[in-house]
């Protein structure tokens, strides 16, 4: 039998002599510890739901210097049993931004700020590739889905977490080191995958899944999670490994580890972006075309996203076509019929379009491309380049940038 000593903390002399009675003077006491690394961090948390809000109370406790909350649902009744950030006032309140007010009272030192918005979208990749760590607290395999092809574009790790009535499960993602989460999907995966869209890959008008949970769930997850991201912020070679699952059985009292394996067909395998220049220019207001010409190429270039279009609606009945320019993922099929004469229409999608054309008029933001988000612009690949978009930056614009992929260049020059 241990000595129950063993487990007892640094004895209280010792510690008031090398550590002061600051908010973190006790878990500074932990030899791994170092405060100055996490108020220097950047956390993206992936959903404000229970496990989001969890998460959040966490990381501003700590002292995670700055985090952004992604979510763009709105509170309802069956959140408040498991969201301790909310109040029965807040019902049909957004959740992102009562999160991050919420979740700043926590904490002063941290600085928290909200994206009212789709994980999949509405965070710019350049915004995302400026996080250290991405948490992910969402409920559904295809928002799980389009996080890990985001912080495979990005080049940011991500933690996953998911619960049901009776286990709860976190695996650590790392570009191009171990499984992704693509790779793991199952039958099973791929069909509540496919149950969103219908076969012109369009989005389905389909209530969302419920799983019966509890806020115990939620905040075991989180806990598992939050401790696996300070480990990985401390240090990368601690903690879960790369493609690495913790299942922790609630009811059977039993914990597994597994090294999950790496599809080598996995479709989501790419190269992050790396190298691009920077522009003022708000997607709200500026056009693609705009963008072009101040990056000195000519309005015959073309722009390719980092996400597909509907790029427009072509009716084989009355000869017809209609200009879309959105994302996919927020077309719904039954936007397919031709308001002319009922027939279905071909759905034209891709990633790249002239600017030209219909689409390069219009302002880059009605098209889906966020703020601080990477869009390439060029005749081909021959005189293909990178731009970041500009616009308001969710992260505290007075530190300085440590991304590793920025390019030193910037575009400040007079609208065109
Ligand atoms: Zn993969
Ligand atoms: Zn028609």
Same mark, same amino acid.
């Given at each position: 039998m241990p000595s129950p000593v063993a487990f007892l903390p640094p004895s209280p002399t010792d510690a008031t002599e090398t550590a002061p009675d600051d908010r973190y003077a006790r878990q500074r006491l932990l030899p791994w510890w170092d405060q100055d690394r996490l108020a220097r961090s950047r956390v993206v948390v992936a959903g404000a739901g229970a496990i989001g809000n969890e998460v959040l109370k966490l990381l501003a406790l700590v002292g995670v210097g700055e985090i952004v909350v992604v979510d763009f649902d709105t509170v309802s009744p069956s959140n408040l049993s498991r969201t301790v950030l909310f109040r029965a006032g807040d019902v049909g309140e957004p959740k992102a931004a009562l999160a991050a007010r919420?979740?700043?009272?926590?904490?002063?030192?941290?600085?928290?700020?909200?994206?009212?918005?789709?994980?999949?979208?509405?965070?710019?990749?350049?915004?995302?590739?400026?996080?250290?760590?991405?948490?992910?607290?969402?409920?559904?395999?295809?928002?799980?889905?389009?996080?890990?092809?985001?912080?495979?574009?990005?080049?940011?790790?991500?933690? #996953?977490?998911?619960?049901?009535?009776?286990?709860?499960?976190?695996?650590?993602?790392?570009?191009?080191?171990?499984?992704?989460?693509?790779?793991?999907?199952?039958?099973?995966?791929?069909?509540?995958? #496919?149950?969103?869209?219908?076969?012109?890959?369009?989005v389905r008008r389909t209530p969302d899944r419920t799983v019966p949970?509890?806020?115990?769930?939620?905040?075991?997850?989180?806990?598992?999670?939050?401790?696996?991201?300070?480990?990985?912020?401390?240090?990368?070679?601690?903690?879960?490994?790369?493609?690495?699952?913790?299942?922790?059985?609630?009811?059977?009292?039993?914990?597994?580890?597994d090294d999950l394996p790496v599809d080598p067909d996995c479709p989501a395998h790419a190269e992050p972006v790396q190298g691009w220049t920077t522009t003022d220019r708000d997607p709200a207001t500026s056009t693609g075309r705009e963008l072009a010409l101040a990056a000195g190429l000519d309005a015959a270039?073309?722009?390719?996203?980092?996400?597909?279009?509907?790029?427009?609606?072509?009716?084989?009945?009355?000869?017809?076509?209609?200009?879309?320019g959105r994302p996919t993922a927020t077309v719904y099929e039954d936007e397919i019929l031709c308001p002319s004469c009922r027939q279905e229409r071909i759905v034209e999608r891709g990633t790249t379009f002239r600017l030209d054309g219909p689409l390069g008029d219009r302002p880059l933001a009605s098209l889906g491309v966020p703020p601080h988000d990477l869009v390439a612009v060029g005749h081909g690949d021959v005189s293909r380049t990178w731009l970041e978009t500009g616009g308001p930056s969710p992260w505290r614009t007075d530190r300085p940038d440590r991304s590793l992929h920025r390019t030193e260049t910037a575009l400040t020059g007079a609208r065109a």
């Open positions: 919420r979740t700043q009272e926590l904490n002063p030192d941290v600085h928290v700020t909200a994206i009212d918005g789709d994980i999949g979208r509405d965070i710019g990749l350049a915004t995302l590739s400026g996080a250290d760590l991405v948490l992910g607290g969402l409920d559904s395999v295809n928002a799980r889905w389009a996080i890990n092809r985001r912080c495979l574009q990005a080049g940011v790790p991500w933690i #996953n977490a998911g619960i049901t009535a009776s286990d709860v499960q976190v695996t650590r993602h790392v570009p191009g080191d171990g499984a992704c989460y693509e790779c793991t999907f199952t039958a099973g995966m791929a069909r509540r995958f #496919n149950e969103r869209y219908s076969c012109t890959g369009l949970t509890t806020a115990i769930g939620a905040s075991v997850v989180a806990g598992l999670m939050v401790h696996d991201a300070l480990r990985f912020l401390h240090d990368p070679a601690t903690g879960l490994r790369a493609g690495q699952r913790q299942t922790l059985l609630l009811d059977g009292y039993r914990q597994f580890l270039a073309s722009i390719e996203l980092t996400f597909e279009l509907v790029l427009g609606f072509a009716c084989p009945g009355c000869g017809t076509r209609e200009d879309i």
